[in-house]
């Protein structure tokens, strides 16, 4: 008999633990990045995307691509961090401006982010250990592909406009 | 030499291919859920929580907990899912209301589940396979015994108020 949609028992167990494993770790990291740096998560990704890249500037659809935020709420964040000198929109071209991370914003995550390194270090790569931890990264890339290659003829994944 | 704050090259790749995995599957499964059932994932949260109490209620301090979320973002999404009908408040204390799932919650939450359930199935649960499932669900309960044992003695990990 194939298996209906819901879950058995022991597949519930695993799949609930990955959820609390994946909150519990997230709002961890995230209270420390607001409480020691004042950063919130959304921040933090922005500055970690633009740091990285070549010049320290992007074009807003290349960071809705990487983010998979929708258009409307990266356009809001954007403006929030402008505001408080993050970032700072160049219109070179009147409908795509770039991002630019500024010198406070470089400086933001250049603070911040040892600290996070170190704590992802501690409560996740550990605790897992070197084999465990290549085993997800295996399996994380495979559930990747097998969502990519499902959108890619039936939905729409994110928004590539 | 013991290892500095940083993740080395394969960490840091096993990281990140975590951090896709999060993403791209929970956009996947938001999407789907906003679309067929006009349900967000915090409403499907809640629902869920609800669902499983025991007689459909449960106290807010008790919903924040678990969800935990801060009391403010619980409150108000709990006034707009009030509006929309899924759940009423019943005042049996003044300062802690109940919070009961209504018919139409219910329903909500029956209609929309078992295509949850299929999707977690299809991209995650038969993409891993048993064996590496149940590696990741061991490991993810040593993740959040670590950080637990951690805030016992450092941090309020949720607001216990």
Same mark, same amino acid.
């Given at each position: 008999?194939? *298996? %209906?949609?819901?879950?058995? %028992?022991?597949?519930? *167990?695993?799949?609930?633990?990955?959820?609390?494993?994946?909150?519990? &770790? =997230?709002?961890?990291?995230?209270?420390? &990045?607001? $409480?020691?740096?004042?950063?919130? *998560?959304?921040?933090? =990704?922005?500055?970690?995307? &633009?740091? #990285?890249?070549?010049? !320290?500037?992007?074009?807003?659809?290349?960071?809705?691509?990487?983010?998979?935020?929708?258009?409307?709420?990266?356009?809001?964040?954007?403006?929030?961090? =402008? *505001?408080? %000198?993050?970032?700072?929109?160049?219109?070179?071209?009147?409908?795509?401006?770039?991002?630019?991370?500024?010198?406070? !914003?470089?400086?933001?995550? $250049? @603070?911040?982010?040892?600290?996070?390194?170190?704590?992802?270090?501690?409560?996740?790569?550990?605790?897992?250990?070197? =084999?465990?931890?290549?085993?997800? !990264?295996?399996?994380?890339? #495979?559930?990747?592909?097998?969502? #990519?290659?499902?959108? @890619?003829? @039936?939905?729409? &994944?994110?928004? $590539?406009?």
């Amino acid at each position: 008999m194939s *298996k %209906g949609p819901w879950l058995d %028992g022991d597949e519930q *167990k695993v799949w609930r633990s990955y959820l609390l494993m994946r909150k519990t &770790l =997230e709002t961890h990291l995230e209270r420390h &990045l607001q $409480r020691e740096f004042g950063l919130s *998560k959304s921040d933090f =990704e922005i500055l970690v995307n &633009l740091s #990285e890249s070549e010049s !320290g500037r992007m074009r807003a659809f290349e960071l809705s691509r990487s983010t998979q935020w929708e258009k409307s709420r990266l356009s809001h964040h954007l403006t929030r961090m =402008e *505001k408080r %000198g993050l970032i700072r929109k160049e219109a070179c071209d009147a409908r795509y401006p770039e991002i630019v991370i500024t010198d406070e !914003g470089l400086r933001a995550i $250049r @603070d911040s982010a040892p600290a996070q390194a170190a704590r992802v270090r501690e409560f996740f790569v550990d605790v897992f250990g070197p =084999e465990r931890f290549a085993v997800l !990264g295996e399996a994380a890339d #495979e559930v990747v592909a097998a969502i #990519e290659k499902h959108c @890619d003829t @039936d939905c729409s &994944l994110v928004d $590539r406009s």
